[in-house]
């Protein structure tokens, strides 16, 4: 209890010991869901898995590369391995609120272990063809496509309700990007050695410890939910739900925006490695490295914060600065220069990804949470396919440069339009929060924080 009652203080600014402690405060309030052992095992887990994962991603699109020489096979790729999570995610969505998300989560992690191993064991032996990638490659995105949002909607179980949830999101959005720090750097140097095989049979190893996580959790077993009507019924009524209120509808418009239009950025990296830096693959892994340390950053920054007040105009700031940060990439041609670019640019991207996912996950019904969130799986990662391959078309005709500058325009006009609908967005979210409960002293800094500030920066 006292854990709660520190962290109130520092939400409020209250209390001498807030004020004094400083930074052991900070630290214990960024670091408050680990206090849920479910959580903590999910967080050891799933940082050894994704490093995998992120090495595999890094492998993947070398190997493509390599055989093809073709930008635009990178976007088909990135087109097929994302574009299921855009057609699967809302039935995804009704089987998560209908089922137990713990199983279903368990079922996608040994899924993703199998198709990795497959993809391993061609590139090992000389066998994969680009046939073989693209096939496979989709079929992770199927399995991505069920397994975002019932593990999105999981969080809540893993942390007990909504006290630390905001937290949790962004720690989770942490381990996320600590992995994508060190999985890339780790890839460059590996891919240099002995291949993308190596890398992608390491990935396939490193789900053990994500299963082992998930094996070891005590949860209440959760009953299948009351049925309220057959799929299709449900799948409306998640539709009806998001897009029937203006402040939920406004953020999931701004992310598939984004998302379609800034973040494919990451499949042309390999172009800009090689032909815009003159660089190879250890050139490709800093690069990719860069993004996560940004990310990383922007995740802990997030985790750190005292309430979610402001959180609206974190949202406007990093999806114009993300835009800003890809217009400027394009103009790079030192190495150095475009690591540092790159590292704002993953800030922003995570910072206002993270944010939206705080403010949805705050506001909605848990009965209805898998449906939400697989409809910010669809805005994040489901439209992002038809932006690899818009970025890929752009990038082998007009090349890398020209697909960073117009993605980073679209982000900049994107967040100045959904910085005109913050006032009339901030008074229908004040009250949602209350009949949510959430803790008084978040609604109080959220009230004040939307007085004080100016028409064009109030909270969402």
């Known amino acids: ?129 680009i046939t073989h990638i693209v096939i496979l490659m989709a079929l992770l995105g199927a399995v991505n496509g069920f397994d975002i949002p019932a593990r999105q909607s999981f969080l809540h179980e893993m942390v007990g309700g909504r006290e630390d949830l905001a937290n949790a999101i962004a720690l989770n959005s942490s381990m996320f990007n600590a992995a994508r720090l060190v999985g890339p750097a780790v890839a460059g140097f590996l891919i240099a050695a002995v291949g993308e095989g190596v890398c992608i049979l390491i990935n396939a190893v490193s789900y053990i410890a994500v299963l082992v996580s998930l094996f ?15 799929m299709l019924h449900r799948l409306t009524e998640g539709f009806r739900y998001a897009f029937g209120f203006a402040p939920i509808r406004s953020i999931l418009g701004l992310v598939a ?46 985790a750190s914060r005292r309430t979610v007040r402001g959180l609206g105009r974190v949202i406007v700031r990093a999806a114009f600065g993300f835009g800003a940060c890809l217009i400027v990439v394009a103009l790079s041609r030192t190495t150095w220069l475009s690591m540092l670019l790159l590292v704002g640019a993953g800030f922003a991207m995570m910072v206002q990804m993270a944010a939206s996912n705080t403010i949805l996950q705050t506001l909605v019904d848990d009965d209805k949470r898998g449906r939400v969130m697989s409809l910010y799986s669809m805005a994040f990662i489901g439209l992002s396919p ?75």
């Open 1 to 129: 209890m006292k854990s709660r009652q520190d962290a109130r203080e520092l939400d409020t600014g209250s209390g001498g010991a807030a004020g004094g402690s400083g930074l052991s405060d900070t630290v214990r309030l960024a670091l408050r869901a680990l206090r849920h052992r479910n959580f903590r095992l999910f967080t050891v887990g799933q940082t050894i898995s994704l490093m995998g994962t992120w090495m595999q991603q890094v492998a993947v699109g070398w190997l493509v590369y390599r055989l093809t020489d073709s930008a635009f096979l990178l976007g088909i790729v990135g087109f097929v391995s994302q574009i299921p999570i855009f057609l699967l995610a809302p039935l995804a969505g009704v089987l998560a609120d209908r089922y137990d998300r713990h199983r279903l989560v368990i079922l996608t992690q040994v899924l993703a272990m199998v198709q990795a191993g497959v993809l391993a064991v061609l590139v090992l032996t000389d066998a994969v063809t």
């Open 216 to 230: 070891a959790m005590r949860l209440p077993r959760r009953a299948p939910h009351a049925s309220g009507g057959h």
């Open 257 to 302: 925006l984004v998302s379609l239009a800034g973040v494919p950025f990451s499949i042309l990296l390999p172009v800009v490695a090689t032909r815009v830096l003159a660089g190879d693959a250890r050139t490709l892994g800093f690069l990719m490295a860069s993004v996560g340390l940004g990310a990383l950053i922007g995740a802990l920054w997030l």
């Open 386 to 460: 038809i932006g690899s391959l818009v970025a890929g078309a752009v990038a082998a005709g007009a090349g890398a440069p020209a697909a960073f500058v117009a993605g980073g325009t679209v982000c900049c006009i994107a967040a100045l339009g959904f910085a005109r609908r913050l006032p009339a967005l901030r008074a229908q979210v004040r009250p949602i929060y209350a009949r949510l409960g959430i803790p008084p002293e978040v609604a109080r800094g959220i009230q004040v924080a939307t007085h004080q500030l100016t028409p064009s920066e109030s909270d969402d």
